[in-house]
């Protein structure tokens, strides 16, 4: 048997950033995940935003990571066929797979990987015993189950998974070559749906490396024939439903393979058990039309690695108490609220016909265009509407919460993302 501090189950985006948090602070931790190298998964290909920098910042990894990226420093907005704005952004590219192997090299030596699968969880609420597949056992004071969506641990513990939006998005995935030229005149493009009916939110096309990457997002479900027709034909398809996108991305061919991943939102309700805490999609889902999964992961994280987790080791035990406290945590429930909120929001401003939802996306197409016509001119008021459709207060609020909470917890448990 081994014995640890924290047992991290799932090497993934939330439990590979965890290993590196608590590895840089000193405290013992266990690494396990079947993959030495993370293999290929069509999940987050982009970071980007102020927010959501900011937040993965706070984990003390994010610069030696981000040198990886290919970064965007300027995005299109577009729709209808019009160019609405070129917008300074701070986005960076990379598969998630990159995202992840590069910050499992920001793990210390002194965590201990395991590259096998965890079998079996028996929880108390002094010690927490993990069988492994490799016939090993792990002792550990905490288990930080980090398995994004994999259900059978949780099962096994009793947890139940509430759905709250089953299927609430598709998002499908390719890469997009020029026809005719050698490159895409945008650095990068979101282009947003011309028509509700045609179930589309945008496109977005962005360079990782020497590539330009698309992500598509629908609201479908996933026995829509509309998906099996653009997997036989996606070039037609997607001229069918955005037939006005070539006037400003060009004509462009599809090629590689499609992935195509359905999400449902749901949360998992863990606030009774002793000895185990979920971060990350373990514990709830966001919806990627959104872009606030990257959000919420780095906010449980480093809410856990930062102020929970210093916490709970100072004292005996690791009752049901202790954990609820990560769940009750003001900055974590700030962030889950505003994803939710922005994921039912986007939904109806890109699809729902009332006239309340088709005045909102005419005022942002507005916004947009104003926003656009006074960057060409010099102007320095700069609009921020929120095309997620949901208020960018919320956002700002969450962040500011956060950096606050953060500031006052920071004398009394040593911030991991100092000692990067």
């Known amino acids: 048997m081994r014995y640890t501090d924290i047992a991290i189950i799932g090497g993934g985006l939330a439990g590979s950033t965890a290993a590196a948090m608590l590895g840089r602070a000193g405290i013992s931790a266990v690494l396990i995940d079947p993959h030495a ?18 937040r993965f910042q706070r984990t003390g990894i994010a610069d030696a990571v981000l040198r990886r990226a290919t970064f965007s420093g300027e995005n299109w907005i577009a729709r209808f066929g019009h160019l609405l704005d070129k917008a300074p952004s701070r986005q960076f590219n990379i598969r998630y797979d990159s995202l992840v192997n590069a910050i499992r090299d920001e793990i210390p030596e002194a965590v201990e990987r395991i590259w096998t699968k965890a079998v079996a969880v028996q929880t108390s609420p002094e010690r927490q015993r993990i069988a492994l597949a490799n016939d090993e056992t792990i002792s550990a004071r905490l288990v930080v189950l980090a398995n994004g969506l994999n259900v059978g641990l949780r099962h096994q513990l009793g947890i139940v998974r509430h759905v709250i939006s089953a299927c609430h998005s598709i998002s499908i995935g390719f890469d997009a070559v020029p026809a ?15 028509r509700p009916r045609d179930r589309i939110p945008y496109i977005s096309l962005f360079p990782i490396g020497t590539r330009m990457r698309a992500n598509l997002f ?10 099996r027709e653009f997997r036989r034909a996606p070039a ?42 979920l971060a990350g999609d373990a514990f709830a889902t966001s919806c990627p ?10 906010t449980d994280v480093e809410r856990l690695c930062n102020v929970h987790i210093p916490r709970w080791l100072a004292s005996d035990g690791m009752d049901a108490g ?54 060409r001119f010099g102007g320095t008021i700069h609009l921020e509407p929120n095309f997620l459709g949901h208020s960018s207060s919320s956002s700002s609020s969450s962040s500011s919460s956060s950096r606050s909470s953060s500031s006052s917890s920071s004398s009394s448990s040593s911030s991991l993302s100092s000692s990067a």
């Not at 039309?289 to 780095?298: E, I, P, R």
Request: glycine share 8%; net charge positive; aromatic share 14%.
């Open 37 to 54: 190298s993370y293999p290929a998964d069509f999940r987050v290909e982009k970071l980007s935003g102020h927010g959501q920098i900011e």
């Open 180 to 194: 005719g030229r050698n490159s895409f005149d945008f650095p990068a493009l979101t282009y947003f749906s011309e």
């Open 218 to 227: 629908v609201y479908r479900g996933f026995d829509d024939p509309w998906l």
């Open 236 to 277: 037609e398809t997607l001229n069918a439903a955005l037939p006005r996108l070539k006037r400003i991305a060009g004509p462009f061919d599809i090629t590689g393979e499609i992935k195509i991943r359905p999400v449902d939102l749901y949360v998992n309700d863990a606030g009774h058990q002793p000895g185990v805490v």
């Open 289 to 298: 039309v959104a872009g606030t999964g990257c959000d919420k992961v780095f």
């Open 322 to 375: 202790k954990i609820a406290a990560f769940y009750a945590d003001p900055v974590k429930r700030a962030c889950d609220q505003w994803a939710a909120a922005k994921a039912f929001d986007f939904r109806s401003v890109s699809i729902a016909t009332s006239p309340y939802w088709s005045a909102q996306r005419w005022a942002r197409f507005m916004a947009w265009s104003a926003q656009g016509l006074l960057r």
